[in-house]
């Protein structure tokens, strides 16, 4: 039995679409935040706005998923933001913790 017919031919799947300097141009585009590039609703990255990002920076057109497994590689992780009100006070609420919560315990 031929063993060389075994041996691994590397990684499956495609070649990325995007090379090294484009990636480290997208990673530099990204830190910039979202209003850099016209987003200016909320600023949070979504992979529909990379996508569309990627697809004005570099004329090429990844899936969500494929957006998603890109920055993956790129070593960016899903964040979700903390939302807190704006007129929250956090010393009025460390002051209840440590006096009135305590006492309601008992």
Known sequence: MP???LASKGPGGSSCRLDQPRLDRLAQAVEQ???VHGFGE????TLA????LIARLFHTRYT???VSYLLHRMGFSPQVPAHRAIERDEQAIATWRRE???AGKR
């Open 49 to 52: 706005r990379v996508a569309d």
């Open 100 to 102: 009135v919560w305590p």
């Open 64 to 66: 969500l998923r494929g």
């Open 33 to 35: 935040g979202p209003a």
């Open 3 to 5: 063993r060389a017919g």
């Open 42 to 45: 909320d600023q949070r990255w």
